[in-house]
Every structure is written in C-alpha cells, then in structure tokens.
C-alpha cells in the first residue's frame, strides 16, 4: 500500500522526500509552491535529481502534485481564466519534472455564473491545455466538498466535465473523504454502495488518487474541514465524523488497491503533527 502525506516543498523535492521519509511514508503529495499563489522557483532550484535518488533508495514512489487553489477554470472573468489556463499548463510541465504521473487539480467554482456554465468553462480549459500538447500525465479532478460555487460535489458533475473534454486519457479523478462525506456520500456505512455508483456514473478505471481525511462535520454539511484520522474530543483540531473504521475499511478495500494514498489532515501544532501515527495505524502497525 502506497501511504503518505502532504509535505512541503521548501526544501525541494529532496526536503519533501526527506519530510516524507521521517514519516514511515512511500509516497507523497506536493505543491509545486505556495499553493496561494504563482511565484515558483525554477526547477533548478528544487533538488529534483537528489530528491529522485532518495526516492529511489527509500523505495517512496507515485508522488502526486497539487495544482494551487488560485487555478479556477470555472471562471467568467478573462484574466482569471486565462491565468487558470496558462498556469496549469505549466504546473503539469513542473509535475512531470517532478517525476508524478498525477496532478490534481480542483476543477472549479462558478461563482456568479451556473454550474452547467462552469462545467463548459472548465472542460473548454483542459481542452485549451490538453490539446496544445502535455507531458504524458493525468489531471485527477477532485472531488469537491460542494461549499459555495465549487464544481464537483457529486460523480454526475464530474463525468459531465469529463464528456466534454476531447483527450479523455489525460482525465482522472481524486477521491477525497473529507469531501465525499461533507457532500452527502455515505462512505461510513456504505462505502460499498458509493464506489459502485463512482464504477457506474464515473467509471473504476478513471479512479487514480486518494485524498484520506476524516471531516470535523456530519455527511452532506458541505463544510470541508478536515479532521485527523479518528481523532476524537481530546484532539485540539476537533473530533473526526468519519472515524478510523470507515477510513481504514476504504483503505483496505480491493476496490481502491494499488493507488496513493495520501493524508491531508491537520497539523496539532506549528511544530506537530500526527502523519506517522496515522500512517502507522492505518497499515496496522500500532493499534
Ligand atoms: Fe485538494
Ligand atoms: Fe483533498
Ligand atoms: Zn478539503
């Protein structure tokens, strides 16, 4: 099982792998930067080379990249699409790099507008991208918690992105728990249930990365805050809804082998968090 979790990237690629490594973790997610904004540094900059090696010597493998929030193809506004566009184009550039075969993109917020306008806008975007000519990687659309505008709160918004665009083999899809649970899906008692209507709307093949969090609100509150795994009241960031049960039957479940699994739950302090426990309980080490 490929586990692990959002680090930084301010060491470089070496720094995360490093950070991913002080975990117990095989894998890892990054930002390319600072997730709120376009300032990157240049890939020379970022210890790819070394941060490959160490990889290779930890046996850490299928990293993932995170594009930033500021990327909205859902957008009406001229400069802010046409930002979305050219970014992300260079974001999956720095992902292949990088070494991922996945970047992970949310795919929009509507604002204003509607949703059947958002999910056009966006498909349009990753046509723009895509057909210019990408890196052999896949753009894994995430599932959205469905707070405000944000497009991709239910498997049916995601497929109809997905009809809309051309090259659909570039097209993947991020399961977050946090945001199935917060939208409505009932991944605590029927996880069986919600991968076999993802197989039936969105298709198993399709499935690429996952997202494991567990969520400070009850399934369908639409809030996307996430919670340690299985914490409970005596944890300063709050009790998990979802708990260690659900997360850990998800993990394990035949349907979602083979993919990366990574942690994007919060840190106890500046200084702390709870990664390596949480690695370590879900792949059974420590009860
Ligand atoms: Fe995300
Ligand atoms: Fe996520
Ligand atoms: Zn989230």
Not at 24 to 53: C, H, S
Not at 71 to 82: C, F, G, Q, V
Request: aromatic content about 8%.
């Amino acid at each position: 099982m490929h586990i692990g979790s959002h680090v930084s990237i301010a060491g470089g690629l070496l720094g995360a792998a490093q950070e991913a490594y002080s975990y117990n973790a095989n894998t890892f997610m990054v930002y390319t930067g600072a997730p709120q904004n376009t300032v990157r540094k240049p890939l020379d900059d970022l210890k790819i080379d070394e941060g490959k090696e160490f990889m290779k010597e930890h046996g850490i493998e299928d990293i993932v990249v995170h594009a930033p929030y500021i990327i909205n193809l859902a957008s009406y506004k001229e400069n802010t699409y046409t930002l979305a566009k050219e970014f992300l184009a260079k974001e999956i550039e720095r992902s292949s790099a990088f070494g991922s075969k996945y970047i992970v993109l949310h795919p929009g917020a509507y604002t204003d507008k509607t949703a059947e306008y958002g999910i056009e806008r966006i498909a349009e975007g990753l046509n723009t991208v895509i057909n210019a000519g990408i890196p052999d990687i896949t753009i894994c659309l995430e599932t959205m918690a469905g707070k405000g505008s944000e497009i991709g709160r239910s498997f049916e918004e995601l497929k109809a992105i997905i009809d809309l665009v051309d090259k659909k083999e570039y097209i993947g899809i991020c399961f977050d728990t946090c945001h199935t649970h917060d939208s409505g899906y009932d991944i605590i008692n029927n996880f069986d249930g919600v991968i076999s209507d993802f197989n039936r709307i969105i298709g198993l093949d399709r499935l690429k990365v996952f997202h494991i969090n567990g969520s400070l609100n009850t399934c369908g509150a639409k809030k996307d805050r996430h919670a340690n795994i299985g914490a409970d009241e005596t944890n300063p960031k709050g009790k998990d809804c979802i708990g260690f049960e659900a997360i850990n039957y998800i993990v394990h479940h035949e349907k979602t082998h083979g993919h990366p699994f990574i942690l994007e739950t919060p840190w106890i302090s500046k200084t702390e968090n709870l990664y390596k426990q949480e690695i370590a309980r879900l792949r059974g080490e420590i009860i």
